[in-house]
C-alpha cells in the first residue's frame, strides 16, 4: 500500500498545483443559485492568508501544493493520534 | 456548496455546528476503537486526494461548475468515521486558509459536503449493494453520489431559507437543478476512482468497518 499512497500524494499534488489551473472558471452551482436570489455573500470572520486559492507568493499552484500537504499532514496527525492512543491504553 | 460566513444567521449555523460537532465526536471515538494505524496513510493520502479534487471545478451546462466532493468516494475507502473525520480536516484547512467555506458555517458545511455523504451515502450503499463487489456495488456508489450531492445542495438551500434570505421553492429548485446535473459528474468521477484504485489495490476495500 506505501507505494500506492505515494502514487496518490503525487497524483493529487500534481492536481492541485497544474490542473487545477484548468479548472472551470464559471460560477459554481452556489455561487449561481446566490446571485439568482440577490443573496449577497458575508464577509468573512477569519482573514484566510491564501484567500481564493492565491498564495501572496507564488500564485495558485503554490496554494494547490500547500493545501494539499496541510491536508495530508493534518490528517495524519489526527489518525495517528487516534491508532495510537488505542495501542497505549 | 462551501457556503461563505455570514449567509446563514447565527441561530441555524449555532445548531449546524453543534450538532456536526457532536457527530465528529462520535465518529473520532469510533475510529479510535477500530482503527488500525497501517491505515492511517491511506487516510491522509485520501484527505489530500480530495482537496485537491476539489479545486478543479468542471463545467456543467447552464454556465455554472462543480467539483468532486468526495465523501462516497471517502466513505467505500475508508468507513463511515474515518471518512467523515477526513471530510472534516478537508473542510477546516479549506476555511482556515483559503477562506473556503466559512468558519462560523463550518458544522453546516460538514454537514451538507460531508456527513450526508460519508453517512448517509453510506447507508445507500449498504442498502443498495450489501457487501456484493461487483457492479451492483458500482451502481449503489453512482447512485449515492447523485442522492447526496442533491440532499446536500437542497439542505443548503434550506439553511439559506431558514436564515431569511431566498423564498424556500425557488431556491430548492435552483440549487436541486444545478446540483442534479453536478451530482452526475460526482457518481462518474467516484466510480472511476474507486475502479481504478480497487484494480491497482484489490485488498483495499477489505478491512472497511
Redesign the interface.
Given at each position: 500500500?506505501?507505494r500506492?499512497?505515494l502514487g496518490?500524494?503525487l497524483?493529487?499534488?500534481a492536481?492541485?498545483g497544474g490542473?487545477?489551473y484548468?479548472?472551470?472558471?464559471?460560477?459554481?452551482?452556489?455561487?449561481?443559485?446566490?446571485a439568482?436570489?440577490d443573496?449577497a455573500?458575508?464577509?468573512?470572520?477569519?482573514?484566510?492568508?491564501?484567500?481564493?486559492?492565491q498564495s501572496p507568493w507564488g500564485g495558485q499552484w503554490l496554494?494547490?501544493v500547500?493545501?494539499?500537504?496541510?491536508?495530508?499532514?493534518?490528517?495524519?496527525v489526527?489518525?495517528?493520534g487516534?491508532?495510537?492512543?488505542?495501542?497505549a491504553s | 456548496?462551501?457556503?461563505?460566513?455570514?449567509?446563514l444567521s447565527p441561530p441555524v449555523w449555532i445548531a449546524g455546528d453543534l450538532l456536526a460537532a457532536g457527530a465528529v465526536g462520535v465518529c473520532?471515538a469510533r475510529?479510535?476503537?477500530r482503527?488500525?494505524?497501517?491505515?492511517?496513510?491511506?487516510?491522509?493520502?485520501?484527505?489530500?486526494?480530495?482537496?485537491?479534487?476539489q479545486?478543479?471545478?468542471?463545467?456543467?451546462p447552464g454556465?455554472?461548475?462543480?467539483?468532486l466532493l468526495g465523501g462516497v468516494l471517502l466513505v467505500v475507502l475508508l468507513g463511515p468515521a474515518?471518512a467523515s473525520?477526513?471530510m472534516f480536516?478537508?473542510l477546516?484547512?479549506?476555511?482556515?486558509?483559503?477562506?473556503?467555506g466559512?468558519?462560523?458555517v463550518l458544522g453546516p458545511n460538514l454537514i451538507n459536503m460531508g456527513l450526508l455523504a460519508t453517512l448517509g451515502g453510506w447507508a445507500i450503499v449498504r442498502l443498495l449493494a450489501g457487501r456484493s463487489n461487483g457492479w451492483r456495488r458500482y451502481l449503489a456508489i453512482f447512485v449515492a453520489c447523485w442522492v447526496t450531492v442533491v440532499a446536500g445542495?437542497l439542505l443548503?438551500?434550506f439553511e439559506?431559507w431558514l436564515s431569511g434570505?431566498?423564498?424556500l421553492g425557488?431556491?430548492l429548485l435552483?440549487?436541486g437543478g444545478?446540483?442534479a446535473l453536478?451530482g452526475i459528474g460526482e457518481g462518474l468521477i467516484t466510480v472511476a476512482t474507486v475502479r481504478f484504485?480497487v484494480a491497482?489495490?484489490p485488498e483495499?476495500l477489505e478491512g472497511v468497518s
Open positions: 500500500v506505501k500506492l499512497v496518490l500524494l497524483l493529487s499534488l492536481l492541485a490542473l487545477s484548468l479548472a472551470s472558471e464559471t460560477p459554481d452551482g452556489l455561487e449561481k443559485s446566490l439568482r436570489h443573496v455573500e458575508g464577509e468573512s470572520v477569519v482573514a484566510a492568508p491564501m484567500a481564493d486559492y496554494a494547490g500547500s493545501g494539499t500537504l496541510a491536508v495530508f499532514g493534518l490528517t495524519l489526527v489518525g495517528w487516534l491508532a495510537r492512543k488505542k495501542g | 456548496v462551501h457556503l461563505p460566513d455570514g449567509i473520532a475510529v479510535k476503537d482503527l488500525t494505524e497501517s491505515r492511517v496513510p491511506l487516510m491522509g493520502v485520501m484527505g489530500a486526494f480530495v482537496f485537491a479534487a479545486m478543479i471545478n468542471f463545467p456543467v454556465g455554472t461548475s462543480g467539483h474515518a473525520l477526513v480536516c478537508v477546516l484547512v479549506q476555511a482556515l486558509l483559503f477562506q473556503d466559512g468558519i462560523t445542495a443548503a438551500g439559506i434570505h431566498a423564498p425557488p431556491v435552483t440549487m444545478v446540483h453536478i484504485l491497482a489495490r483495499l
